[in-house]
């Protein structure tokens, strides 16, 4: 086992790519806490790329192993944490990624905070539910918790973004915005979806591959924004409502879609009939790839999503008399998208009660909304 441990693990980072500094530096300022920290996001987003440029820049004092490994794979229970730590006594930060493949890591990482052995633990899934529901609690006050999306604007600029319009249209995974064929960035989001289905939901859940449940994911992706509740969601796709539910909730759990639930205060009025959720894919890329034809405007309200859901502060949708689009905080937001005179872009804020707000977004500025 320590020879495969000594293949796998890295101490040393010659090239970390384009630097992530918005998730860099806020996980570098908690590396001299005891908490364990926990970074979450779907694949293919850069979590691998951001745990080693903070490994980088603490030289030989860490320790980065990708448990998705191949040469790990005859390895993977608690022995193996035990045996990384006995291998490397002289490091004090251990990057765990994709840890879930350890059963009840979640005990061992408890341990050896309480006991104080002095380690450092950053750890990072592609799961919403990292922390497994049995096991969860057991760090419960021992973690900190981050979460990595798919580049945003002002992010995809650095990367040599050419213009807002590719980014509607591509979206932020970083190996595709950096691909310039556009067959390529095709092929690659088609094969980032199969992988999020196959090794993060359907091994996950011990789901059989069925054509039943790509169906319903494409369809869910390819109509980003969609509004539906798992009842009709079922009748659309033929299927029970329970199993309806669970594959939505798969879906969100593997970062694939996340859900903008309807304005209230009342959890009764929440729930009626006409007040379903709106459904958003993590990426307007997968939707560019899994679509026939793409709306420009919903592929618009998709960014400005994304783009309020990077504040962190929980993202909500309303209907009454009038609709609107999103409801974070004490502010409304409407995503209007609009082509007067070329290329102009702008998302307005309509009146949600007592609320008035507008912000104007341009192609040169959609980090307005970061």
């Known amino acids: 086992m320590r020879e495969a441990i000594r293949a796998v693990a890295q ?9 992530r500094e918005k998730y860099v530096a806020p996980i570098e300022a908690w590396l001299s806490r005891p908490e364990i920290i926990v970074v979450k996001g779907v694949r293919r987003c850069g979590k691998s790329i951001i745990l080693q440029q903070v490994a980088s820049r603490l030289q030989e004092k860490a320790a980065y192993v990708n448990f998705d490994d191949y040469r790990l794979l005859m390895h993977l229970d608690l022995s193996l944490l035990d045996e990384i730590l006995a291998a490397y006594p002289e490091v004090d930060y251990f990057f765990f990624d994709e840890v879930q493949k350890i059963p009840q890591f979640e005990s061992w990482l408890r341990t050896h905070y309480d006991i104080k052995t002095h380690k ?30 798919p580049l945003d604007f002002a992010e995809f600029c650095t990367f040599g973004g050419a213009s807002l319009e590719t980014y509607l249209e591509w979206g932020g995974f970083p190996e595709v915005v950096l691909e310039p064929d556009p067959a390529k960035k095709r092929q690659l989001l088609t094969q980032y979806f199969n992988d999020i289905l196959l090794r993060d939901i359907l091994e996950k859940h011990g789901i059989a591959p069925t054509q039943q449940f790509k169906a319903s994911a494409q369809y869910i992706l390819a109509n980003t924004g969609l509004k539906i509740s798992a009842n009709r969601f079922a009748k659309e796709l033929g299927i029970n409502s329970r199993t309806a539910e669970n594959y939505l909730s798969h879906m969100i759990d593997a970062y694939l879609i996340f859900e903008v639930p309807f304005f209230s205060h009342s959890a009764k009025t929440k729930y009626r009939a006409g007040r379903a959720s709106k459904y958003y894919s993590i990426d307007n890329g997968l939707t560019t790839a899994l679509s026939t034809r793409t709306n420009r405007g919903h592929l618009f309200e998709a960014a400005v999503a994304h783009a309020l859901r990077g504040r962190g502060a929980e993202l909500y949708h309303w209907s009454g008399s ?21 290329d102009a ?5 309509r009146e949600f009660k007592h609320i008035k707000r507008t912000v104007t977004v341009t192609p040169a500025g959609l980090e307005v909304l970061h």
Not at 322 to 341: I, K
């Open 120 to 149: 450092k633990f950053i750890i990072s899934g592609s799961s919403i539910s990292l922390l497994s529901p049995g096991l969860g609690t057991v760090l419960t006050g021992r973690n900190i918790t981050f979460e990595v999306f």
């Open 345 to 349: 872009f702008a998302e307005l804020s």
């Open 11 to 19: 101490t040393t980072f010659a090239s970390t790519g384009i630097l």
């Open 322 to 342: 009038r609709e609107v689009d999103f409801v974070q905080g004490d502010t409304a937001y409407q995503a209007t998208l609009t082509s007067t005179g070329g």
